[in-house]
């Protein structure tokens, strides 16, 4: 009944597109699409928006994740774009509070996933999402006495010692959700214990992915074959092995409560003079054709439950069960606080 | 009317007076010398007259146009400075051919100009060479044709043999008269040295305090110099102030007492003085400081009075002279003539 | 005409003024004076806070102990360039600049493939020794960080100082010797005397790079240690903490504004005093001699070029295939990506954009240091600061600055080379200033005297005297418009990358081709840069002395 409905939905929505394009209401407009400069999409997919509604996309990327939104926020009387792709749950908060989106109710919103839909008032609407989870180098495991971790717990075990890098939250987003996997896992009043435990067990920080992955892993030259990354980067490992490989060379613990999902948002930037366009800019991206090119492009998953996933996501990536998912208010009022008492443990 | 004409040109740094009001004239083909110690004005005024500095007040005038807002580059007047400010960056006849490019000549002029001027300074077989290979001399070579080849109606010198040893400067001394005169150019030359000034020019002009004290042909400025200041730089040191002879009492003051009329200091030039007795010549004692043989002269320095006296004195000429020694503190007679002493104003 | 030459001054002051103070006075304004009530409170704050003041004690220290050990390793070096003569000397000078161009976390890759626990020598170390345990690790100490400050700062050491070197009168040193001075006594008493402006330069020079780290302490460094810059990134970015941003920026710009008024001081000594001819290099004879070459000649090899042919190596393939797979695959598009640049599109970017900030910084800059050398030494500190800005406090200032037309510059592809020029500037100054002081003035009114107008005398003499310091100066912009990321990444559109935002492009992801795509990247980077530098030299009109360039 439920998709009957959604279907309707969705079929009048794209009437109403068409007609409005049909009909000259919305004049056709260059929208700005402000964004991190990881945002990738294939040849062909914004250009399928432009035969639809007639606007072009001119894409802004902007820095980093965090460096889009504090420029976001800096120019919010004066805003850079006109819809802004990439605010993560971890600072949405900070999105939201300084009122840089306008609420949207969009009709494509049916279909997606309801656990990521993390704004009641849809001012931020969930756009494709990614767990951050412990990757392991399955050939080192496969030629040592170890078992891989199957949870959080392995690391701290003494047997695993020296083993793991991780990202320092201060400054790397997935070193971040990782940290709050672990508040998530084992409380405001143990995570510190068991960072204590990791510490005592030789953990590796480094202050960014890239120096985690390609420095200290063992698939990259590196002495440690446990680390913090996605529980998309199996696949990429298949899709960019060099040489080509018949099967998977790393694998993502999924086990519940040891992963963090991360979950990008997109919105229409406050103060945007294309608003009704902008619309048709984010039910486009909520849509099928542009969910389904996510994956291979960014390496995460869409949010929209009917995309399909390509082939190389289904064989190699695991959705974890029950991944962490604080919600954002918890997020925003500790995530200073959990950030320096982690920093006073683990580096002090 | 004169050439080059410069009336009442001022001009002060500050509250620093460099030029006070100086006016002087030359004639076509005339080389005058600015001649004075550093900081009197000279090579401002010079600079003046090649408009790099601009004047406070005055006129001057080049073949009656009047020069005071014409740039630089478009007065035609050549310039020699004393570091010659050769262009670094360019051989021998590039430096030379410089004015007559800026001027558009056409290719085959430059290139028979260049020769020529090469030609005039004796260059011709290094016009290829850059400039940090050519000695002093010759560098000073290179920044005179390259100043002259545009034929400019007035040329500008400063201290231009400044940087040379001194026997090179005597040797190019002769040169550069020569030069100067066979083209004929109108010549303003700066030195602090007065027989290089003497050597080279027509007439003298010593300036003192941004004035000119005196102008005159090297002769009459050296036989009659105007006051105190001209005689001592020209290192003409027998002067005595009229307060110091007008009351004493030695044999030197009695003489100036009788023989002059005003009450002006007095110059006693060096050659005034002989040994021997002759008609006209009217002895005073004096006491040997010190006697030396100098080559074309012999050096006495001696004592009348409160005043220290110096003479110099012909070995060739004075009979028994050559191979006499004096001792310090002999007393001797010297016969001077009046007629040569000069009544200095000021 | 000359009226219009009259207003060349107002060049460089508008674009200080719209590029750099009205950005950052309208950053400063909105961090301390939200309200529009100026609340200092975040200053005071910094002094008070231990954490902060151990920061302010860590980069001041290590940003001490980085000069002086790269003065000391280039020192010797800058003899050995300044006295003797040998095969591709100015080649290696030149390239010893390389170091300079390559993002830092290239950098870090290349050291863990030579020194990491992994690494090349630990490999030979263990093999040789039969070790169970790498015996190197610097794997996030302090040593790290000294270590990269003294692989990107030596060619700057090296580059002033002998430069310097070679016009010290060698009569001075040969009247001590007549003196009875020994070797050694001349060195202490008369050689180092005469270069101390020159080392004070460099050490300033150095001491500015090394306070104002960023990439390398955070890179390389780990998350134990943080300099100001990375602070302020910090707070800036992660915390949005934009008082406590601010307030730590002002102190950087201030305390090294105090410091550049020093350091000019010094250079303006520097500039008035060597003379304008280059001693005669000798060739290298004697054993000694040999032993003073090639030692520093291997010090340099070991420090800045085994690195670097790290990074070459691995950029290769080793998996058997063709060695050259990932240059291969940087030219095919197999996703489909519409982001998808070919190589030589990126190269391309880069290399516009560094004709561009060339051309801007090299007007700009020239100008600069015409009104420094005409008796406004007072300036030279203000060209100097961007130098010591940080570069998000600037960029976030350009974001809510340059937002009105006619100045809606924000995502202007413009701003690239603009932001690169106002890096560039102070170097181009340091370069074209001892120059351009040692023109006489004689020699400009002589061409007046010739008839030359202003603008033939500068034709004519200036910029021919000039030309070669032009080119090195030329050099420097080229290098840090090829290697900037920080303010690129801001701007550049993803169909528009340059060379180092596609090296970051690929490391931002998984997987070995795209890390032996990044590597390759980085080996082209490189590679353009050697041509571009080679091309430069190529360039110099005439061989006159007068190049004593060199900051």
């Known amino acids: 009944m439920k998709k009957i409905l959604t279907t309707i939905t969705l079929g009048l929505g794209a009437l109403i597109a068409l007609t409005a394009c049909g009909s000259g209401e919305i004049e056709p407009v260059t929208l700005k699409l402000v964004s991190h400069d990881s945002f990738f999409v294939s040849e062909g997919t914004l250009e399928a928006f432009t035969e639809q509604t007639g606007h072009t996309v001119e894409l802004v ?13 800096l120019s919010k009387n004066n805003p850079l774009g006109d819809v802004v792709f990439g605010i993560d749950n971890t600072f949405l908060s900070r999105a939201l509070e300084n009122d840089i989106l306008v609420a949207y109710d969009s009709p494509a919103l049916a279909d997606i996933d309801d656990s990521l839909k993390l704004d009641p008032e849809n001012r931020a609407l969930p756009v494709d999402f990614g767990d951050v989870c412990l990757n392991y180098d399955l050939e080192w495991f496969a030629a040592s006495d170890l078992d891989a971790p199957s949870g959080l717990a392995d690391l701290a075990d003494p047997d695993y010692a020296g083993l793991t890098v991780v990202e320092n939250p201060s400054t790397s987003s997935p070193g971040l959700a990782f940290l709050m996997a672990t508040v998530d896992a084992y409380g405001e009043e143990g995570y510190l214990d068991y960072w204590a435990q990791l510490v005592d067990n030789d953990v590796r920080v480094e202050n960014g992915w ?28 298949v899709l960019f092995a060099d040489p080509p490989v018949d099967g998977a060379v790393t694998a993502s613990v999924t086990a519940p409560s040891s992963c963090f999902r991360q979950i990008e948002f997109v919105g229409i930037l406050a103060g945007t003079e294309h608003e009704a366009a ?29 995309a399909e996933l390509p082939e190389s996501f289904v064989a190699y990536a695991t959705v974890p069960d029950s991944p962490a998912t604080l919600n954002p208010e918890t997020i925003a009022a500790n995530r200073e606080t959990w950030i320096s008492d982690w920093t006073d443990v683990v580096l002090r | 009317m004169s050439y080059l004409a410069i009336s ?18 030359l004639e076509r083909g005339e080389i005058v010398c600015l001649l004075g110690p550093s900081g009197c004005g000279k090579t401002t005024l010079l600079r003046l007259v090649a408009g790099l500095e601009s004047a406070d007040g005055g006129q001057i005038l080049l073949d009656g146009q009047d020069l005071v807002d014409v740039p630089t580059y478009q007065r035609g007047i050549g310039m020699m400075f004393q570091s010659y400010a050769l262009f670094p960056h360019m051989t021998v006849a590039q430096n030379v051919s410089y004015g007559l490019r800026m001027a558009k000549e056409p290719a085959p002029l430059i290139t028979e100009r260049v020769a020529e001027m090469l030609e005039l300074v004796d260059m011709v077989g290094l016009k290829d060479r850059k400039i940090d290979q050519l000695s002093g001399g010759q560098q000073q070579r290179v920044a005179l044709a390259r100043s002259l080849a545009t034929r400019p109606g007035v040329l500008l010198l400063d201290e231009p043999l400044g940087s040379l040893d001194r026997l090179l400067r005597e040797r190019l001394l002769d040169e550069l008269r020569a030069i100067l005169k066979k083209v004929g150019v109108t010549a303003l030359y700066v030195t602090h040295d007065q027989s290089e000034a003497f050597g080279i020019a027509d007439r003298v002009a010593v300036m003192n305090l941004g004035k000119i004290e005196q102008i005159n042909s090297p002769q009459e400025i050296y036989i009659r110099p105007i006051n105190r200041f001209v005689a001592n730089f020209l290192g003409l040191s027998n002067v005595i102030a009229s307060g110091l002879w007008l009351e004493a009492s030695d ?3 009695q003489l100036l007492q009788a023989e002059l009329k005003s009450g002006f200091a007095v110059l006693i030039p060096p050659y005034a003085g002989a040994i021997n007795k002759q008609d006209g010549l009217r002895p005073i004692d004096v006491t040997v400081l010190s006697y030396s043989f100098r080559g074309r002269f012999a050096l006495l320095v001696c004592q009348v009075g409160e005043h220290i006296l110096e003479f110099s004195l012909d070995p060739y000429a004075e009979n028994g002279l050559m191979g006499r020694t004096f001792e310090a503190g002999q007393v001797i007679p010297i016969y001077l003539n009046p007629s040569h002493f000069v009544e200095l104003q000021g | 005409m000359r009226k219009y030459a009259r207003l060349l001054p107002l060049i460089p002051l508008i674009f200080f003024g719209l590029f750099y103070f009205y950005p950052l006075a309208s950053i400063l304004q909105l961090s301390f004076a939200p309200e529009g009530r100026f609340e200092l409170d975040a200053v005071t704050e910094i002094f008070r806070d231990r954490y902060y003041l151990s920061t302010l004690w860590f980069t001041l220290w290590q940003a001490i102990v980085s000069t002086v050990l790269t003065l000391l390793l280039a020192l ?7 006295t003797y003569d040998f095969r ?23 050291f863990s493939a030579l020194i990491g626990p992994r690494g090349l020598l630990n490999g030979i170390l263990q093999t040789v020794f039969r070790l169970e345990e790498p015996p190197i690790d610097l794997h996030q100490t302090i040593w790290m960080i000294l270590l990269a400050h003294v692989f990107y700062n030596y060619s700057v050491a090296l580059r002033i100082v002998s430069a310097y070197w070679e016009r010290i009168n060698q009569d001075l040193s040969q009247a001590a010797e007549t003196l009875g001075a020994s070797r050694q006594q001349r060195f202490w008493t008369i050689t180092l005397p005469l270069l101390r402006p020159a080392i004070m330069a460099a050490a300033v020079l150095v001491f500015i790079f090394t306070f104002t780290s960023f990439g390398v302490v955070l890179l390389l460094g780990g998350p134990r240690f943080a300099t100001l810059e990375v602070e302020i990134y910090r707070q800036a970015v992660n915390i949005f903490d934009l008082p406590v941003a601010a307030a ?5 710009i201030v305390f090294t504004f105090a410091l550049m008024a020093v350091y000019t001081r010094t250079q303006s000594r520097i500039a008035t005093q060597p003379s304008s001819r280059t001693a005669a290099a000798r060739p290298v004879t004697t054993p000694l001699d040999r032993w003073l070459v090639g030692g520093n000649l291997t010090v340099m090899f070991v420090l800045l070029a085994t690195p670097l042919l790290a990074l070459v190596l691995r950029s290769l393939s080793w998996t058997g295939g063709n060695p050259f797979t990932y240059y291969g695959r940087l030219f095919v598009n197999e996703r489909g990506s519409a982001f998808f640049v070919p190589p030589i599109q990126a190269v391309g970017n880069s290399l516009m954009f560094a004709g561009m900030a060339i051309v801007f910084s090299l007007v700009i800059g020239l100008i600069c240091a015409y009104l420094v050398a005409d008796r406004n030494r007072w300036l030279d500190p203000i060209f100097m600061l961007p130098l010591a800005t940080s570069a998000v406090t600037l960029g976030f200032g350009y974001i809510i600055a340059l937002d009105e037309p006619p100045l809606n510059l924000r995502q202007s592809l413009i701003l690239i080379p603009l932001a690169h020029s106002l890096v560039a500037i102070p170097f181009v100054i340091r370069t074209v200033l001892p120059a351009l002081r040692a023109i006489d003035p004689a020699v400009r009114e002589a061409a007046g005297t010739l008839g030359a107008d202003p603008q033939r005398v500068w034709l004519t003499i200036d910029w021919p005297l000039l030309s070669r310091v032009l080119l090195v100066a030329a050099v420097f912009a080229f290098t840090i418009s090829m290697g900037e990321f920080g303010a690129t990444v801001f701007i550049a559109r993803p169909d528009n990358p340059t060379m180092p935002t596609a090296i970051f492009r690929f490391l931002g992801r998984p997987g070995a081709v795209n890390f032996g795509q990044a590597l390759a990247m980085s080996t082209l980077l490189m590679l353009v840069c050697s041509v571009g530098f080679v091309l430069i030299e190529r360039l110099r009109i005439g061989d006159n002395n007068l190049d004593q360039g060199e900051f």
């Open chain 1, 278 to 306: 902008a619309q048709q800019l984010i039910d486009f991206m909520l849509g099928k054709t542009f969910q389904e090119d996510i994956p291979l492009n960014m390496f995460v998953f869409p949010s929209n439950t009917t």
């Open chain 3, 88 to 110: 591709y000397k100015q080649t290696l000078r030149t390239i010893s600049t390389l170091p300079f161009v390559l993002p830092t976390v290239v950098v870090a890759n290349a």
């Open chain 1, 210 to 237: 890239s120096e985690a992955y390609y420095e200290a892993f063992t698939r990259y030259g590196g002495d440690r074959p446990i680390v913090v990354s996605y529980a998309s980067s199996p696949p990429a490992e």
């Open chain 2, 8 to 25: 009442n040109i001022q001009k002060s740094f500050g509250s620093t007076i460099a030029v006070d009001g100086v006016s002087l004239s």
């Open chain 3, 248 to 252: 730590l920026s002002l102190f950087q």
């Open chain 1, 61 to 73: 990327p902007l820095g980093d994740a965090g460096e889009m939104l504090n420029q976001n926020i």
């Open chain 3, 76 to 82: 010797p070096a800058a003899y050995v360039f300044a």
């Open chain 2, 251 to 253: 044999g030197l003051s």
